[in-house]
C-alpha cells in the first residue's frame, strides 16, 4: 500500500497502451485495496459500510458501494475523513474556495501530492512541453498558494496576465511576453481570440493552449483554430481528486487517467449507460489513501465517447463534459458570477433534483427547479437566493415537474434569453 510516487509516474507512462483485461486487473487489485483499506482506518467509511458486503470479485462489485457526495463530506470533521494510519507529520490540508457554507476540507499526503505533481507533469510532456518555455496564464486573482518543486518546474518562467484588464491591455502584454505556452478559462481565451481575429493579428512562438476550469465548447475550438491555428488542451481535475483526464494526445477527446481513477457514468438510478451516452460521473481514486474518494459523485455531467476503440490508447474517452457548463451570468449589478460556482453551491441544497437558471432579457433572473415532494417551495427559495448569493438581484421562480434538455440531448444549466 506504500506509495512510490516517482515508480507510479513511469508506470503511468505505458499504462494507456496495455490491453483492456490487464487494466481493469489492475483497476481491481486497486479498488479491492482501497475500499478495505477506507473501511479499516476511515471513521467516515467504516460508519458508511457498516453492514455491507465489500468482497469486490469484480468491477461491477463496486455497485454493492454507496456513492459519496461532497455534500455529505462537508458535514463531516475532517478528522473523520482521513485516514487514521496516516502520519500527521506527512499532511498537506486543502479547502474548497467555496462559495457557500462550510467548505470541503481533506487532507493529502506529501506523497500523494507529489504524484499529482507529477501526472501534471507528463501530461504536460506528453504535449512537447520543455522547462525553458514561457508561460502566460491568465487569471482573475494573483494566485497565493505555495508552489510545489514540479510545479516550479512547469511555471519557471511563468507570467500572469490579469484578466479584468482591457482585452487589448492583456493582448499587448502577451505579445510583450511572447508565451509558447497560453493557459486560462476557454471564456477568458476567447476574449483574446476575438481581439486577435478582429484586428488580424496573431500572437507568433505560441506553441499550446491549455484550458481548464471550464467546459470548453465547440464554438471556442472554432475560434482557437482561426486565431491560434490550434485547438487547445484540457485538463479535466478536480482539487479534491487531481487531474482525472486531459485531452488525448492521439485523438483529442477526453482520456481518462486509469491508473489514477475509476470512472463509473450513471444515470438517475446509478445505472451505467451506453458508449455515446449522457451520464454523471463517479470516480475512486486509485492512489488516494490519506481521504479515499470511493464512487465520489463530482457534479458533472459527461458524454461517453461514442466508441471507446478508437484510439491507440485503451482508456476510456470522455466526448464531452455538458454539466459544468460554465458560462458566465452578467449581472445588473456588475458582478460576473461563474455558473460553475453556481451549480456546486446548488449541488449542496436538500431535495433538489435538477434547477435552471435563465437569465432574461430586462435583467431578471428565472429560476427552475424540481424537488422532492416533501420539501417546500419556501425552503428551497430561500436556500437558492442564500447559497447562490442571489439577494441583490430580481428572482422569480418557477416549480416544475420536468426540466426538458436541449435539442441536442444536454442538460443546460444555465440559459440567457
Ligand atoms: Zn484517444
Not at 507570467?159 to 493557459?183: A, G
Not at 481575429?197 to 483554430?225: A, C, M, Q, W, Y
Not at 449542496?348 to 432574461?360: A, C, E, M, R, S
Not at 428551497?380 to 437566493?385: A, C, L, S, T, W
Amino acid at each position: 500500500m506504500s506509495l512510490n510516487p516517482f515508480v507510479e509516474f513511469i508506470k503511468a507512462f505505458q499504462f494507456p497502451y496495455k490491453n483492456r483485461e490487464l487494466i481493469s486487473r489492475y483497476q481491481l487489485r486497486k479498488l479491492q485495496e482501497i475500499v478495505h483499506h477506507a473501511y479499516e482506518n476511515v471513521p467516515f467509511y467504516r460508519q458508511k459500510y457498516h453492514g455491507i458486503d465489500l468482497t469486490m470479485s469484480s468491477l461491477e462489485d463496486i455497485q454493492k458501494l454507496p456513492v459519496v457526495t461532497s455534500r455529505e463530506l462537508r458535514k463531516c470533521r475532517i478528522e473523520e475523513l482521513t485516514s487514521e494510519k496516516a502520519n500527521p507529520q506527512q499532511l498537506l490540508e486543502m479547502a474548497s474556495a467555496g462559495t457557500s457554507g462550510s467548505p470541503l476540507r481533506v487532507k493529502i499526503s506529501k506523497k500523494e501530492n507529489t504524484l499529482r505533481q507529477l501526472n501534471l507533469l507528463r501530461f504536460m510532456l506528453g504535449y512537447g512541453w520543455v522547462p525553458w518555455w514561457k508561460v502566460v496564464y491568465l487569471t482573475r486573482e494573483i494566485p497565493h498558494e505555495k508552489y510545489s518543486f514540479f510545479q516550479k518546474l512547469i511555471n519557471k518562467k511563468k507570467f500572469d496576465v490579469d484578466i479584468h484588464q482591457p482585452i487589448e491591455k492583456q493582448v499587448r502584454q502577451i505579445k510583450k511576453i511572447k508565451p509558447q505556452l497560453l493557459n486560462g478559462m476557454p471564456t477568458g481565451i476567447e476574449q483574446i481570440a476575438d481581439w486577435l481575429i478582429d484586428h488580424e493579428e496573431h500572437l507568433p512562438g505560441l506553441r499550446l493552449l491549455n484550458t481548464g476550469g471550464e467546459v470548453k465548447k465547440e464554438h471556442h475550438v472554432e475560434k482557437f483554430n482561426k486565431a491560434f491555428g490550434m485547438p487547445g488542451l484540457q485538463r479535466y481535475g478536480a482539487w479534491e481528486l487531481g487531474i482525472m483526464g486531459y485531452s488525448c494526445t492521439h485523438c483529442h477527446e477526453l482520456c481518462i487517467n486509469e491508473r489514477a481513477f475509476l470512472a463509473e457514468v450513471v444515470d438517475d438510478s446509478y445505472i451505467s449507460v451506453k458508449n455515446g451516452e449522457q451520464g454523471k460521473v463517479l470516480f475512486t481514486a486509485l492512489n488516494q489513501y490519506t481521504t479515499p474518494l470511493i464512487r465520489y459523485e463530482t457534479g458533472d455531467l459527461i458524454t461517453l465517447s461514442g466508441s471507446q476503440d478508437h484510439c491507440k490508447t485503451t482508456y476510456l474517452h470522455f466526448k464531452s463534459i455538458d454539466g459544468r457548463d460554465v458560462d458566465v451570468l452578467p449581472l445588473k449589478d456588475g458582478r460576473k458570477l461563474h455558473a460553475q460556482n453556481l451549480l456546486h453551491a446548488a449541488l449542496n441544497i436538500n431535495g433538489l433534483k435538477k434547477i435552471q437558471l435563465l437569465l432574461k432579457k430586462d435583467g431578471s433572473l428565472l429560476v427552475k427547479y424540481i424537488v422532492d415532494n416533501a420539501i417546500s417551495d419556501e425552503t428551497v427559495r430561500q436556500e437558492v437566493i442564500e447559497v447562490m448569493h442571489l439577494e441583490e438581484l430580481d428572482v422569480n421562480f418557477e416549480r416544475c415537474s420536468e426540466i426538458p434538455n436541449e435539442p441536442s440531448g444536454k442538460y443546460k444549466f444555465l440559459k440567457m434569453e
